[in-house]
């Protein structure tokens, strides 16, 4: 008998009761994407729910980052980190805009503020750092020298949903923060994702822009896109927002379960829940050290045979990927924690069981190499 599949994450089961009703009335209005009433509906929720002020709903992500740069008329060189999901430099690419990496932190993932003065040129317009894993990149030190040197800041926030970071929303940082709903995500709509805007008239361009540009029926203001999410994609994300709290709660009580079950395991050192902050427990990274018996990949292919997908995020780094690579730049930290970080498995209804084999196969990992093994080879 083979076992279940474990997946890294999985969305959470909306209740299933409540979305026939919903699917009825959009049919019934006649109006299936284009702003209708679920899509206004979800706009707001959110903006209570994030405690934002301006928020505009796109059909995915990497079209919202896209739109942002647009809106914001970024040029040229933008400052971007290389530990992160490929959506962020293309999204660059796809404004002809040429992404301009910094190194990590230290000790952490998210982009070296120290670093970034140095990487500034004539040709640099703005910052695009990420909220790696939903921990608070370093927003005051950035926005300084943002200031200092007149640049714009977009945040991709993709895995930052609902993080509070010294007492406000984390998405409030910066000029625009982009989010993502993809299925891996905290909060999904299957696919979808938002910019959270910070006056009126941004958020009016930005609506323009993800409609093509039209302002009404005969006026087109701008080259705009097709960004625009769908009344199915927007009922999915109000019945995910009812039970948003409890799926971050039971999420928490699974981080928990692994901070007890690694500190007994030498060499796996589990990500610290970041300081001053609400987090959203959206990853469970942990890095793999030297101490531990076995290489990171060894360790990722274990999990595999056990049909537990576990996920190398972020590996290979961005700058590595064919078009960003230069082979006169070393990130040093990003390649180090991307040579040794792996993300085990973390969704609000991963059972015991499943829990328990994935700390089996830990467990197992560790005798092996020690001798003390005694399952079936
Ligand atoms: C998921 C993700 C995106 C892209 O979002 P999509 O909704 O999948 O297009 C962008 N940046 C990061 C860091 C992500 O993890």
Redesign the pocket.
């Given at each position: 008998m083979s076992e279940d599949l474990i997946t890294v994450t999985r969305p959470s089961l909306p209740d299933l009761e409540k979305l026939q009703p919903l699917l009825e009335e959009i049919w019934k209005s006649g109006r299936l994407t284009n702003g209708g009433r679920f899509h206004e509906e979800l706009e707001a929720r959110l903006c209570d729910y994030l405690g934002v002020e301006y928020l505009s709903l796109f059909t995915?992500?990497?079209?919202a980052?896209v739109t942002a740069l647009q809106a914001m008329g970024v040029t040229g060189e933008v400052i971007t980190t290389p530990y992160?999901?490929a959506?962020?430099p293309h999204a660059l690419l796809w404004n002809k805009l040429k992404p301009v990496f910094v190194d990590i932190e230290p000790d952490g993932f998210n982009m070296d503020a120290s670093k970034i003065e140095a990487a500034i040129t004539p040709e640099t317009t703005a910052i695009l750092p990420?909220h790696c894993y939903g921990t608070p990149a370093n927003v005051s030190e950035i926005q300084r020298i943002a200031d200092l040197h007149g640049l714009h800041v977009i945040y991709?926030a993709?895995?930052a949903f609902a993080v509070r970071h010294k007492h406000s929303s984390l998405l409030d940082a910066g000029d625009i923060s982009?989010l993502?709903?993809?299925a891996?995500?905290v909060f999904n709509t299957f696919?979808?994702?938002a910019l959270i805007l910070k006056d009126k008239e941004t958020k009016q361009r930005v609506d323009y822009l993800k409609n093509f540009g039209f302002a009404n029926e005969t006026t087109v203001v701008a080259p705009g896109i097709n960004g625009k999410m769908n009344e199915f994609q927007a009922a999915l994300g109000l019945l995910q927002l009812d039970k948003i709290d409890e799926d971050i709660l039971a999420r928490r009580r699974v981080y928990r379960k692994y901070q007890a079950a690694l500190a007994g395991i030498a060499g796996l050192k589990l990500m610290d829940e970041p300081l001053d902050t609400q987090w959203n427990y959206s990853y469970c990274p942990v890095l793999v050290q030297d101490e531990f018996p076995v290489s990171r990949d060894e360790l990722y292919d274990d999990f595999r045979e056990r049909r537990i997908l576990v996920r190398r995020y972020f590996y290979p780094l961005v700058s590595d990927f064919p078009m960003y690579f230069d082979s006169s730049a070393f990130y040093k930290c990003a390649s180090s924690v991307a040579e040794r970080i792996l993300c085990l498995p973390i969704y609000s209804d991963l059972s015991e069981q499943d829990f328990a084999r994935i700390i089996e196969c830990l467990n197992d990992v560790v005798d092996k190499s020690t001798g003390r093994y005694r399952g079936k080879e």
């Open positions: 995915n992500g990497t079209i980052l992160t999901f959506a962020t990420v991709d993709a895995h982009v993502s709903f993809h891996t995500k696919e979808g994702g």
